[in-house]
């Protein structure tokens, strides 16, 4: 698949007039950008995939190209580049590493809305074999993905006063849970919104049926204290400057907002928006993804894409105390106005940017995901 795609908007294909808050303005006129994922099309993105399908960013005189992230693709190496997507949609960790004055050519990306405001990483162990807090990994083989990915849980295992390769054996997971179901490894490193319900989706060879919750032992990094911040929208410093481009950066983050949005309240829609942009997973795995990540943007009690601090600065500790990072990022190295710029923009819209009724619903697990 080409990771680089156009999407047929359902509300909003090219040609058509569409109205912003300029007045009406045709395809012509439109302002190209384009925004790279943090990985490849999944329901973590839906709110991406709906703004440009319902016509938001057309709404506010964008058109966007969505740029598909993977393995092969580093969104906020993709981002710093001079001619790179002007938006690149990656976890807080990465970002300041690629930032530090440490590295060649530091990157000047600057995060201008944080989207999710949980953590969505887990460890997760058998009930029958359990690790239960960090401080257990001791003696035991612990699954983790590297490129960044491990941060939580190596912050968390130091915490307990525990080493890699003195305290327990770390073991580099590939992204799927296929280790930890052959017994390879003791713990495994889960996304509650995606790895974690691979395992909800196979079935158990003891009983014949699929494996329940209760089967398992859960570590979650939020209960813990080393939670870090992950998916954000980024852009970079030298192109923010140029004129004009502020304004670009929010009225992309109003379209990203509204998206969101939408997805909070119809997440069926935003399951087939981003079936329709090429997700090869199945649809109910899709629906999980879809729940758990409304889950970690939702409610945003301070506006969507507001940065929680408190978790800003345990992120910037952890680089620091892990020797990611050589110095605290600079203090531009996220900036609240345009967030705040875009919420005005939509302040007569109507759209809920706080969510604060909002409460997740309980999903089937199907087998395979299916």
């Not at 929680?308 to 020797?323: C, S």
Request: aromatic fraction near 10%; proline fraction near 6%.
């Amino acid at each position: 698949m080409d990771r680089t795609r156009r999407f047929t908007a359902a509300a909003g294909a090219a040609g058509l007039l569409a109205v912003s808050a300029f007045g009406s303005v045709s395809a012509q006129d439109l302002t190209p950008v384009s925004v790279v994922l943090q990985w490849v099309p999944q329901a973590q993105f839906a709110g991406y995939f709906a703004a440009d399908a319902l016509g938001f960013w057309e709404e506010q005189g964008l058109d966007v190209t969505i740029v598909d992230g993977g393995p092969d693709v580093a969104p906020q190496v993709e981002g710093s580049l001079p001619n790179g997507p002007e938006f690149a949609v990656s976890w807080v960790p990465r970002v300041l590493a690629v930032r530090d004055p440490s590295v060649p050519n530091p990157s000047d990306l600057v995060n201008i809305a944080q989207t999710f405001q949980r953590s969505g990483t887990l460890s997760v162990s058998w009930a029958d074999n359990p690790v239960p807090t960090p401080a257990d990994f001791a003696g035991k083989r612990v699954g983790v993905w590297d490129f960044g990915n491990e941060f939580e849980v190596t912050a968390a295992a130091r915490e307990a006063g525990l080493e890699p390769g003195e305290d327990y054996e770390r073991v580099i997971q590939a992204f799927d849970m296929s280790a930890f179901l052959a017994r390879e490894i003791d713990v495994a490193e889960a996304m509650i919104y995606n790895e974690y319900a691979q395992v909800l989706e196979t079935e158990n060879p003891a009983t014949g049926e699929l494996y329940q919750p209760e089967d398992l032992v859960v570590i979650d990094y939020n209960e813990v204290g080393t939670a870090m911040l992950q998916d954000a929208v980024h852009a970079r410093a030298s192109w923010l400057a140029e004129e004009g481009n502020e304004d670009i950066a929010t009225r992309f983050l109003a379209g990203v907002f509204k998206g969101w949005a939408y997805c909070r309240d119809n997440p069926a829609d935003c399951v087939q928006f981003t079936v329709d942009a090429g997700s090869t997973l199945g649809l109910g795995h899709q629906n999980w993804m879809m729940n758990e990540i409304n889950a970690l943007i939702w409610p945003s009690p301070n506006g969507i894409g507001a940065m929680p601090q408190e978790t800003w600065d345990k992120t910037v500790q952890i680089m620091l105390d892990a020797g990611l990072i050589t110095e605290p990022p600079s203090e531009d190295a996220w900036r609240g106005d345009l967030t705040e710029a875009a919420w005005a923009l939509l302040a007569d819209s109507g759209v809920d940017l706080n969510g604060e009724g909002y409460e997740k619903a309980v999903v089937e697990v199907t087998p395979r995901g299916e």
